[in-house]
């Protein structure tokens, strides 16, 4: 009951403060929010010390959001897209230890630093900045379907490989890091993202004030992949540090990495996917 609660009212006030609140700003809270909060829990459970993890969390959500106001409201959108393949250095990291090396992303402080903005805040970032279209010059124009176009894609993903993995899982995906995945949930959630992803594209097909149209069956094999290795990459993480959940501020859910696992790798590599066609229709 509890983690019902806490979805109605958690995801009710996600969605309002994501539609009904014009020009983004709603949207630009929350992005703020959880990047705060989901960076001071990565700081707290890899062991940094109360002052270091709040004056570490502060700066650097401090400047790295100032600098995602300028880039998007300002006039160097066009740099970012450009380097937008350094965004898939979390992701690549990430995945390279979940089958190659699993435990910690980082052991010395400031490993843990560095990792920490990689891992927990760049993505919101991000997902701010995708909301407004990949616009050369700027020109933010908050589009509300497409955080919320992510966030249903992932959610397809996560359910149904919840359900196809209870009905019909039988073989273990990966056991060392989380037993209770199978390839049967695997293969039942990518195929409903995908045909979310399709429908996505008949109802909700829309082009920005520039050339880029919104492609979200491209979108959604992107999620389809990366949401089940954000979550066992946040297994791994928590294995190696023998913990349960990131956090607690969601009752029932766990913290911010715990509910956004799946976001925290799809999202980057969502903004250089989309980078590369505003860069080929430029």
Not at 109 to 118: D, K, W
Not at 139 to 158: A, M
């Amino acid at each position: 009951m509890k983690r019902i609660l806490t979805a109605i009212i958690a995801g009710g006030a996600l969605l309002a403060l994501m539609i009904l609140v014009p020009d983004g700003h709603g949207f630009l809270g929350i992005c703020i929010l959880l990047s705060f909060t989901g960076l001071l829990e990565y700081y707290r459970i890899n062991g940094l010390g109360n002052g270091l993890r709040l004056s570490a969390t502060i700066a650097s959500c401090g400047l790295a959001w100032l600098g995602c106001w300028e880039i998007a409201h300002g006039s160097k959108y066009e740099i970012i897209i450009r380097i937008s393949f350094l965004f898939l250095l979390m992701p690549a990291l990430a995945t390279w230890k979940l089958f190659l090396n699993p435990g910690k992303l980082a052991d010395s402080q400031a490993g843990i630093l560095f990792t920490g903005i990689l891992y927990a805040l760049v993505p919101f970032c991000l997902f701010y900045m995708l909301a407004g279209g990949l616009e050369f010059h700027g020109n933010y124009e908050y589009e509300f379907r497409i955080p919320l176009g992510i966030l249903i894609l992932t959610w397809c993903s996560d359910t149904f490989a919840y359900f196809g993995g209870k009905l019909s899982g039988k073989r273990k995906l990966y056991v060392k890091i989380s037993p209770g995945k199978t390839w049967e949930g695997l293969i039942s959630g990518t195929a409903f993202c995908v045909a979310a992803g399709f429908i996505l594209q008949e109802t909700w097909e829309f082009q920005f004030s520039g050339t880029l149209r919104m492609n979200w069956p491209i979108v959604a094999a992107i999620v389809a992949v990366f949401t089940p290795v954000g979550d066992l990459v946040e297994s791994m993480i928590k294995r190696s540090l023998n913990i349960k959940d990131s956090g607690s501020i969601l009752p029932g859910h766990g913290g911010v990495l715990d509910r956004f696992d799946g976001p925290l790798l799809s999202i980057p590599v969502i903004f250089f996917a989309l980078c590369l066609f505003a860069i080929a229709n430029s």
